[in-house]
Every structure is written in structure tokens, then in C-alpha cells.
């Protein structure tokens, strides 16, 4: 089963994300930066980080690429509220998703970065 690691500080929003996903695939929650980054590098496999941009402590740009040091393969979803006006210069994702997005947008983005379960 492919496996995604969820990070966003909203504990809520964490919790649904990782409500449309579980079943399909297997899902670790975290709620920060520091605490993705520890759960990736006790984790065989991470295919897929789902990631806030703008988290306290460390921003979805920086975790992106601290794990894929660990998982190299791994692909990489920013969530973000700023829309079109997030440009990074070293951008670390394979895909973004505007907020407010639904639970179909969320699948069909992760769907399309990893494949079906």
C-alpha cells in the first residue's frame, strides 16, 4: 500500500485530509514541520508528503526538501491559501492545491502524483 505523510498545522483540516485518504492508502498525520521530519525518518517508505505552506517552525518548502532527502522518490503535494501569489524560487513540488479545495480535488491531485492505491 503506498503511503502518505500528511503535514499541516490546522489539526482539523490534518484530520480530513487524511479522512478522504485513509482506506485507500496508508496515512501518518502530523502537525508540524518537526514532527513530519520525525515520523519520515521512521518511515520505510513515503511516497507522497501532503504539506501546509505556511506552518510555524518550518515553512512546506523546507520540510518538502528535508524529506525527499530521506525518501528521494517521494513526490510532493503544497497546500496553500496565497493561490497564485506563492511563487518560491526553488519550488519543492510536484503539485499544488488552492485552498478551499474538496475532497475529489484532493484524491485526483494524489491520485495523479502516485498513482491509484
Not at 478522504?20 to 502537525?31: F, K, P, S
Not at 518548502?61 to 491559501?81: D, F, I, Q, W, Y
Not at 506563492?86 to 488552492?98: F, G, I, K, S, V
Request: a negative charge.
Amino acid at each position: 500500500m503506498k503511503h502518505i505523510l500528511i503535514a499541516d498545522d490546522s489539526v482539523s483540516l490534518a484530520h480530513a485530509l487524511a479522512a478522504c485518504l485513509i482506506g485507500t492508502y496508508a496515512v501518518t498525520v502530523t502537525h508540524d514541520g518537526p514532527e513530519a521530519l520525525a515520523q519520515a525518518s521512521s518511515l520505510p517508505i513515503c511516497d507522497l508528503l501532503v504539506t501546509d505552506y505556511l506552518m510555524p517552525g518550518m515553512d512546506g518548502a523546507e520540510l518538502a526538501c528535508r524529506v525527499r532527502a530521506l525518501h528521494p522518490r517521494a513526490k510532493v503535494l503544497l497546500l496553500t491559501g496565497l493561490g497564485d501569489e506563492l511563487e518560491l524560487t526553488d519550488d519543492p513540488a510536484d503539485a499544488r492545491l488552492n485552498k478551499p479545495f474538496g475532497p475529489a480535488e484532493l484524491r485526483a491531485a494524489v491520485s495523479q502524483l502516485i498513482g491509484p492505491p
